[in-house]
T-cell receptor, first 116, second 114 residues
């Protein structure tokens, strides 16, 4: 296992199109998180899963955003009808409930979305 | 409202010099504080995690300190290298910060010049 993988690394899309990102967490991690980061800012929490259950969603997650983790392994984040304000780095992170405090999160390299 | 403030916003130093980055927080109750290094275009990588009872922790040339009474932390980088050029993000775990109560700072952008 080489860590948290995100695909694609970069995505350029036209305004109004739908996009979907994928995250593969560390296999033994039961928690998976999605964050959004704009230039010069820290990551902002979007949502997280424990196994397949989506336990929390930020108010930043408008109804155009949906995230799934159907089998408790990989997750997808879909943005419908993209807007220019959606341009950002979308980060995925994973952790284990048992070691979260001691080891923290492992982040993926992110997906850079540009809406033109 | 839980907040994490980092200073300076950006810093330029010469290779080989030392530097210290600051983090002040108002997160309460406090669980732990983390420092991450984020290279441009990459995800954050954990440097240190400190709980309430720990006041210093080292990871190679990186040394983090924590004063839970004054709610301040610092990250000291010794003998800087060009590869230290990155953003350094302070993250505090408490309540109400979203998933695990994490509140992120905006980061300090560090540039090491040869």
């Amino acid at each position: 296992d080489t860590g948290v993988s995100q695909d694609p690394r970069h995505k350029i899309t036209k305004r109004g199109q739908n996009v979907t990102f994928r995250c593969d967490p560390i296999s033994e991690h039961n928690r998976l998180y999605w964050y959004r980061q704009t230039l010069g800012q820290g990551p902002e929490f979007l949502t997280y899963f424990q196994n397949e259950a989506q336990l929390e969603k930020s108010r930043l997650l408008s109804d155009r955003f949906s995230a799934e983790r159907p089998k408790g392994s990989f997750s997808t984040l879909e943005i419908q009808r993209t807007e220019q304000g959606d341009s950002a780095m979308y980060l995925c992170a994973s952790s284990s409930t048992g070691t979260q405090i001691r080891l923290g999160y492992t982040f993926g390299s992110g997906t850079r979305l540009t809406v033109v | 409202k839980n907040q994490v403030e980092q200073s300076p916003q950006s810093l330029i130093i010469l290779e080989g010099k030392n530097c210290t980055l600051q983090c002040n927080y108002t997160v309460s109750p406090f669980s732990n504080l983390r420092w991450y290094k984020q290279d441009t275009g990459r995800g954050p990588v954990s440097l240190t995690i400190m709980t309430f009872s720990e006041n210093t922790k080292s990871n190679g040339r990186y040394t983090a300190t924590l004063d839970a009474d004054t709610k301040q932390s610092s990250l000291h980088i010794t003998a800087s290298q060009l590869s230290d050029s990155a953003s350094y993000i302070c993250v505090v775990s408490g309540m109400g910060g979203g998933a695990d109560g994490l509140t992120f700072g905006k980061g300090t952008h560090l540039i090491i010049q040869p």
